[in-house]
């Protein structure tokens, strides 16, 4: 799998942190690549003459690594092999697993000669007190399951204005965008989904019913369900209580609430903020969801995903816009909606609408409406699937398979 993972852009950001004096701290969803990453940083440093007595990796994932210890052994354990006069490179996987994780991270960090990279499947790995020790003295880079032009080039399908990308498109998100389970494609769709099933599983029992004590594992994957159910639209804890309850499952908002921040803090979920475009303010509610993979809908809802196509391609627009490292909301106005405000690298906003297809004069008016009304002069942008499409009233109108692979 190392031949068809290079993961190019997350290589190149380690590299340009490469004894900088920050700890590198990678996280995201469980087998989404996280490892394999380090693992792949590491064959590079090797290729660059970096002696093998000079990297030492440690995964935490293995409980043969970590049982029976305490953080305070596999610190002296691994400065007992730290080499002297010259550069060490040390590599912690799925570091969480370690109780006071946050004391071998720092007294590492505050080791001579040496260079800390990380990872872990939870947020809280930075909300916890590692974020207090080392404050301004670490980067975050978030890892996500494969692109869509990652998964067209692992497949070895070369892009070409001939392609048929909505069919394409539907293998992607009907499998699965987790590199190992894409790398079982060629074994059939059972396999994705044993795999998918594993990986939905591991991440509900052991990073987030074991964490937090949840007792009520029915409840817990209700909620799930119903994010899944409803990625793109607006959703408060409130609402989908009564909702719940309307279907005679009775859970306390204050129940949700904490269930939904569960699923975000274990990258199953990610939320979107509203942002108030005339008045450029964040609001407090009415929240978005979208899911990491959405392969993981087989699992939680087990449909056909043709139905709800334009909310599908929301959610995939929504992760490549984080994949190219914007800060993104929902826009909010008074009787209409964009469907994402982006600030990008250069601190300049950006606004997308986003519909599978507007092949009448009324779909044509609503998707160009929002955009219209917006009257600052920063770029709009409306994605579709058309493959002409019109540009109008300074919106440009980009056909969203060339946007994603471009």
Same mark, same amino acid.
């Given at each position: 799998?190392?031949?068809?993972?290079?993961?190019?852009? #997350?290589?190149?950001?380690?590299?340009?942190? +490469?004894? @900088?004096?920050?700890?590198?701290?990678?996280?995201?969803?469980?087998?989404?690549?996280?490892?394999?990453?380090?693992?792949?940083?590491? /064959?590079?440093?090797? @290729?660059?003459?970096?002696?093998?007595?000079?990297?030492?990796?440690?995964?935490?994932?293995?409980?043969?690594?970590?049982?029976? +210890?305490?953080?305070?052994?596999? #610190?002296?354990?691994?400065?007992? +092999?730290?080499?002297?006069?010259?550069?060490?490179?040390?590599?912690?996987?799925?570091?969480?697993? $370690?109780?006071?994780?946050?004391?071998?991270?720092?007294?590492?960090?505050?080791?001579?000669?040496?260079?800390?990279?990380?990872?872990?499947?939870?947020?809280?790995?930075?909300?916890?007190?590692?974020?207090?020790? =080392?404050?301004?003295?670490?980067?975050?880079?978030?890892?996500?399951?494969?692109?869509?032009?990652?998964?067209?080039? $692992?497949?070895?399908? +070369?892009?070409?204005? #001939?392609?048929?990308?909505?069919?394409?498109?539907?293998?992607?998100?009907?499998?699965?965008?987790?590199?190992?389970?894409?790398?079982?494609?060629?074994?059939?769709?059972?396999?994705?989904?044993?795999?998918?099933?594993?990986?939905?599983?591991?991440?509900?029992?052991?990073? $987030?019913?074991?964490?937090?004590?949840?007792?009520?594992?029915?409840?817990?994957?209700?909620?799930?369900?119903?994010?899944?159910?409803?990625?793109?639209?607006?959703?408060?804890?409130?609402?989908?209580?009564?909702?719940?309850?309307?279907?005679?499952?009775?859970?306390?908002?204050?129940?949700?609430?904490? #269930?939904?921040?569960?699923?975000?803090?274990?990258?199953?979920?990610? /939320?979107?903020?509203?942002?108030?475009?005339?008045?450029?303010?964040?609001?407090?509610?009415?929240?978005?969801?979208?899911?990491?993979?959405?392969? =993981?809908?087989?699992?939680?809802?087990?449909?056909?995903?043709?139905?709800?196509?334009?909310?599908?391609?929301?959610?995939?627009?929504?992760?490549?816009?984080?994949?190219?490292?914007? @800060?993104?909301?929902?826009?909010?106005?008074?009787?209409?909606?964009?469907?994402?405000?982006?600030?990008?690298?250069?601190?300049?906003?950006?606004?997308?609408?986003?519909?599978?297809?507007?092949?009448?004069?009324?779909?044509?008016?609503?998707?160009?409406?929002?955009?219209?009304?917006?009257?600052?002069?920063?770029? @709009?942008?409306?994605?579709?699937?058309?493959?002409?499409?019109?540009?109008?009233?300074?919106?440009?109108?980009?056909?969203?398979?060339?946007? =994603?692979?471009?």
């Amino acid at each position: 799998m190392e031949k068809l993972i290079q993961r190019k852009e #997350y290589i190149e950001k380690l590299f340009s942190y +490469k004894e @900088k004096g920050v700890i590198k701290v990678v996280t995201g969803l469980r087998r989404s690549g996280k490892s394999v990453l380090l693992k792949l940083f590491r /064959k590079q440093l090797l @290729k660059l003459g970096i002696n093998p007595t000079q990297i030492q990796f440690h995964d935490f994932e293995l409980p043969e690594n970590y049982l029976n +210890k305490s953080w305070s052994d596999i #610190y002296f354990e691994i400065k007992s +092999k730290l080499q002297k006069r010259t550069m060490n490179f040390i590599f912690l996987d799925e570091i969480q697993n $370690i109780k006071f994780f946050e004391k071998l991270v720092d007294g590492l960090f505050a080791t001579k000669n040496t260079d800390v990279y990380i990872t872990g499947s939870n947020a809280n790995l930075l909300s916890s007190e590692l974020a207090t020790l =080392l404050s301004g003295r670490y980067i975050e880079i978030s890892i996500l399951p494969f692109s869509f032009r990652e998964y067209l080039e $692992i497949r070895k399908i +070369k892009f070409n204005k #001939y392609l048929n990308y909505a069919t394409l498109f539907f293998d992607y998100i009907n499998e699965t965008s987790l590199p190992k389970g894409i790398e079982l494609r060629t074994e059939g769709f059972d396999k994705i989904y044993e795999y998918l099933n594993f990986v939905y599983t591991t991440v509900i029992e052991k990073d $987030i019913m074991q964490r937090y004590k949840i007792n009520d594992k029915r409840a817990f994957e209700n909620i799930a369900k119903f994010a899944a159910a409803n990625i793109g639209s607006h959703l408060s804890p409130s609402n989908i209580s009564k909702s719940l309850k309307n279907d005679n499952q009775i859970i306390h908002h204050a129940t949700v609430e904490k #269930y939904l921040e569960y699923l975000v803090n274990s990258f199953v979920l990610y /939320k979107v903020n509203r942002f108030n475009i005339k008045g450029k303010k964040q609001l407090a509610t009415q929240e978005k969801y979208y899911l990491a993979d959405l392969g =993981l809908l087989n699992i939680l809802l087990g449909r056909e995903r043709t139905a709800d196509r334009g909310h599908i391609l929301e959610n995939i627009v929504f992760l490549e816009l984080l994949r190219r490292g914007y @800060k993104i909301w929902t826009g909010a106005m008074r009787d209409k909606e964009v469907d994402f405000v982006v600030k990008n690298k250069m601190g300049d906003i950006e606004y997308y609408q986003v519909a599978w297809e507007i092949s009448d004069k009324v779909t044509i008016a609503r998707e160009f409406a929002p955009l219209e009304s917006i009257k600052d002069n920063f770029p @709009k942008y409306l994605l579709t699937t058309e493959s002409f499409p019109q540009s109008q009233k300074g919106i440009k109108h980009i056909n969203v398979f060339e946007w =994603l692979l471009g």
